[in-house]
Nanobody, 120 residues
Framework: QVQLVESGGGLVQPGGSLRLSCVAS????????MGWYRQAPGKQRELVAT???????NYAEFVQGRFTISTDNAMNTVYLQMNALKPEDTAVYYC??????????????WGQGTQVTVSS
């Protein structure tokens, strides 16, 4: 079993900052990539940022330098530092991981989501 547990969401005023965290645990052999997606009401889930270990990072265009994805030394936790937040950033943010549970098999896992609301 693999679990992704997110934290750090909440209510923030426009222009404010939040830092999301996601911890991966369980039967993990190695992690290929971790990332963040978001889904606003009535919209499809969309990519926010991804971090592929040993390769690099990728950001959606709407991030425009406001968000930064990073990991810790153990590489089982991924963070999303969000600055200069806008009302249109309001959404449920989901952690995503592609990982191996053994040397051959890999799969994609999702967290339960954390609500981010940007409002005055």
């Amino acid at each position: 079993q693999v679990q992704l547990v997110e934290s750090g969401g909440g209510l923030v005023q426009p222009g404010g900052s939040l830092r999301l965290s996601c911890v991966a645990s369980g039967n993990i052999f190695s992690i290929i990539a971790m990332g963040w997606y978001r889904q606003a009401p009535g919209k499809q889930r969309e990519l926010v940022a991804t971090l592929t270990y040993g390769v690099g990072t990728n950001y959606a265009e709407f991030v425009q330098g406001r968000f930064t994805i990073s990991t810790d030394n153990a590489m089982n936790t991924v963070y999303l530092q969000m600055n200069a937040l806008k009302p249109e950033d309001t959404a449920v943010y989901y952690c995503n991981a592609r990982l191996h549970t053994d040397p051959i098999k890999w799969d994609t896992y999702w967290g339960q989501g954390t609500q981010v609301t940007v409002s005055s």
